[in-house]
């Protein structure tokens, strides 16, 4: 009788497995999947760290410390980048730990992979991501081991801060760089109005200038300054920044108002001074004027050229560290029961999806 019902019960798995294929694969990959998640996928520890960057900036009226969201995001985009890849590669073997640990499936390719491949497997690994509601960065590094992990984290911070630092130099460098430069050509321009000036009053008899432009020189002399400071920051800010970005457009936007003013008021000038002297008196006043303004513009890059100095000196960018990397005790990757749960899920809705394809089918047929 047991030979009986095991036979007749083998004969009707046959039939039924001739009819609907699709459930007998459909439990063959539940297998395979169960296994996998349960017993064959490697356990992945996972460090977790919380930081926020904090600009401090000191004056003579004290100290201000604010949090930057620019600087977040610059930060947040480094962590997760190609650069931050390479530093980790060089610091902490990250090609040659991901791919001697771990399953087949889960572990990085061991011959030699393109750095297109290792930086996707990296974005799987390595994450950080910004919360606005409190102004900090959240981040997580999965390891096969709870002692790389901890490494990974605190390399992150680490490499973070030096990232903070040479940016910091470089918007301070790139700002003196172009007011250097910017300098350099004032001087050379005030150097010729001047011998100008002098020649003109040799060869005519002139007495010594009367300063009887400077209110003029002065007023156009500012604006000239603040031009060139609005000039330095927009270059420091094409470091880091597009055109494209909101404050590179407001300031590109400031720049044309103020050259604008600029022209405006030259234009001021040549009207009063037109007409109201001879021809020498004229020649004279006009290179006298053009000889003020490349010395106010001058002083006033100079001026600005200490600012920037002196606010690179006072102003600094640190991480403050809410939460040290963490060296996990137990696995939490993968998240085995939910990942089993989740592949029976899919695989019984297809095979659904298959059976009401099949039954529409043989409907037709009939």
């Known amino acids: 009788m047991k030979n009986l019902f095991s036979a007749e019960s083998q004969h009707k798995f046959r039939q039924f497995a001739r009819h609907n294929p699709h459930w007998i694969i459909c439990l063959i990959v539940i297998i395979i999947f169960s296994l996998y998640w349960g017993i064959w996928a490697s356990n992945r520890y996972v460090s977790q ?9 000191s004056s003579t009226h004290g100290s201000n410390l604010s949090v930057s969201e620019e600087d977040m995001l610059g930060l947040k985009g480094y962590l997760t980048s190609v650069d931050m890849l390479q530093r980790l ?10 791919s001697q640990h771990g399953d087949f499936f889960s572990r990085l390719s061991r011959n030699n992979p393109p750095i297109e491949q290792v930086y996707a497997y990296y974005q799987k690994r390595i994450t950080a991501s910004l919360d606005v509601n409190s102004g900090t960065i959240k981040i997580s590094a999965q390891a096969y081991t709870p002692q790389e992990a901890a490494k990974i984290g605190h390399l992150l911070l680490d490499d973070g801060q030096q990232w903070l630092n040479d940016t910091s130099q470089q918007i301070a460098k790139g700002q003196e760089d172009f007011l250097r430069k910017q300098a350099d050509i004032a001087k050379q321009q005030y150097q010729q109005d001047q011998q100008q000036l002098v020649n003109y009053q040799n060869s005519h008899n002139l007495p010594s200038p009367t300063g ?8 156009i002399a500012s604006l000239q300054s603040r031009l060139a400071i609005l000039e330095a920051r927009r270059t420091a800010l ?11 457009i ?3 936007g400031e720049i044309e108002a103020l050259q604008r003013q600029i022209d405006d008021e030259q234009d001021k000038v040549a009207r009063q001074k037109g007409g109201a002297l001879n021809e020498v008196s004229t020649q004279y006043q006009s290179l006298l004027l053009q000889a003020n303004f490349a010395q106010q513009a001058y002083t006033g890059i100079l001026d600005a050229l200490e600012r920037v100095r002196i606010e690179a000196q ?7 560290t809410i939460q040290k ?8 990757q993968p998240k085995r029961i939910y990942n089993i749960t989740m592949s029976i ?13 099949i039954l529409i089918i043989r409907d037709h047929k009939d």
Do not use: D, W
């Open 89 to 98: 590669v060089k610091e902490a073997n990250f090609i040659e730990e991901y």
């Open 212 to 219: 009887e432009v400077q209110n003029v020189g002065t007023v």
């Open 325 to 332: 990397p963490t060296y996990p005790e137990y696995p939490e």
């Open 238 to 248: 094409l470091h880091y920044q597009s055109q494209r970005a909101p404050e590179v």
């Open 314 to 320: 006072q102003q600094s960018r640190q991480i403050i």
């Open 49 to 57: 760290s919380e930081i926020a960057v904090v600009s401090l900036k």
């Open 250 to 252: 407001s300031i590109n």
């Open 345 to 357: 899920v899919i695989c019984v809705f297809i095979a659904l999806i298959m059976n009401m394809l």
